[in-house]
Structures are given as structure tokens and as C-alpha cells.
């Protein structure tokens, strides 16, 4: 008995090929939503790095950036990786300055593996070489990416001024100077 055939395969063949393409494609895992954690973990990084920049710890400020991370910071070039990140950091001393900022909003990408932060900073800083305070407000843009342990790492970072720096007076000081004795007054004599 003469079998028909296809591309000279036979029936037969053709249907165990079918069956094992079939069963060599299996359903994809479910999918595990770990977007609200991940939202958590970039919240706690922001504030950790916000805590540390207040109280001028910038020796910290590299360890939230990924290696190949990049610092876009206004009038100057970018900071390429981590090692220039931390020696821009070491800068910050001679500025005297004073960083407070915050997230407006956090999110994560469906994907799960890349995440970002928008928020405002002010930055107070003394010019090294005029002594001049001034006060610089404005926006930024961190973009976090997941590492392989599972923590989240800086691998973009923005800061926009909303307008030129504005010169604000040094705190005056609360110490008093020393005059010297004070003498009583005389009262005038009465005749």
C-alpha cells in the first residue's frame, strides 16, 4: 500500500512532527508582580540618599549609583561612572553645601527592571572663592535600574534649575562680641 505524501513526508511523520513542536512549546511562567515593592525600594533609595546629602555625607552619595552610571548637573559636564561620580562628590565640601530634595513621583516600569524618580531640590552653596551664599531650586529626574540582587541602582541622573541661582545673605551669627567692662554711669552730683 503506496502512503501519500507531502514534501515527500508522509502522513504519519508529519503528525509526530506537529506533536512534538506542540509539546516542546510550553506556557510562559506567570508573570510576578513585584511593581509595588519595587516602588517601595526606590522610595527608601531616594530618602536614604536624601537623608545622606542633608547631613553632607557625600562620601555616601556614590554607592547609590551603578557603575556606568551618568550625573547631568547643570553648567558642567556630565560625571561619566562612578569614580568620577565620587570625585565630584569630594567637591561638594568646598562649596559648603546644603541639599535637601524630594520625590513627587515614583514609578516602575511594567518590565520591572527599570524605574524613576521626578522631584524638586534646594540647594544652598558658598562660592570657594567670593564667599557669596546663594540658593539654586529646581527639578530632577533619577532613573533606577534593578541589579542582580535585587536592589536598585541610580543609572541616570538630572537636575534642572527652575531659574539662575539667587544670592541669599550668610545666617548671622548668635555669638556676641566681647566689649569689655561695663562701667556704671555716673549719676550727675546735686547741689
Known sequence: MKQKTLFGLTASMLLVMALSVVGCTQAPPPVVDTRDADISRIKE???AEARDMAAKAFDKMASYYADDAVLY???GPAAVGKEAIQAMAKTLHDIDLDLKFSSTKVDVAKSGDLGYVVG???ELTTDPKTKRRSMEKGNYVTVYKKQA???WKIIH????????PTAVPHAKSTATKKIGKMRPKKEPVKN
Do not use: E
Not at 541622573?157 to 539662575?164: L, W
Open 45 to 47: 533609595a531616594d530618602a
Open 73 to 75: 548637573l547643570p553648567g
Open 120 to 122: 524638586t531640590y534646594t
Open 149 to 151: 540582587d535585587g536592589g
Open 157 to 164: 541622573d538630572i537636575n534642572t534649575p527652575d531659574s539662575a
